[in-house]
């Protein structure tokens, strides 16, 4: 088991920027994968950024070019900067860690872009 902290969400105005922090109770190599996921209000989760420990990594189409996802080893740390916000990016945030079988969660962080 793993716990999973996220910290940085906030109101920020349309072409603004956040960075949002997952903050991992034990070392993050130990995953297959660390990643970002969002969800809506009766949507269902969508992966924003997921960064594997071999391997490219991925993004959303809504996201590539605005949304930057990073790790610290020492921080056992996963970040996602978030910039040029839009309206459409207000969600619930969400840090996981993959592992085959066994997907941990934290408890989520919320972003609202708004005028």
């Known amino acids: 088991q793993v716990q999973l902290v996220e910290s940085g969400g906030g109101l920020v105005q349309p072409g603004g920027s956040l960075r949002l922090s997952c903050a991992a109770s034990?070392?993050?190599?130990?995953?297959?994968?660390m990643g970002w996921y969002r969800q809506v209000l009766g949507k269902q989760r969508e992966l924003v950024a997921q960064?594997?420990?071999?391997?490219?990594?991925k993004y959303a189409d809504s996201v590539k070019g605005r949304f930057t996802i990073s790790r610290d080893t020492a921080k056992n740390t996963v970040y996602l900067q978030m910039n040029s916000l839009k309206p459409e990016d207000t969600a619930v945030y969400y840090c996981?860690?993959?592992?085959?079988?066994?997907?941990?969660w934290g408890q989520g962080t919320q972003v609202t872009v708004s005028s």
């Open positions: 996981n860690a993959y592992l085959p079988g066994a997907n941990s």
């Open positions: 034990r070392s993050i190599i130990s995953f297959n994968a």
């Open positions: 960064i594997p420990i071999f391997g490219n990594i």
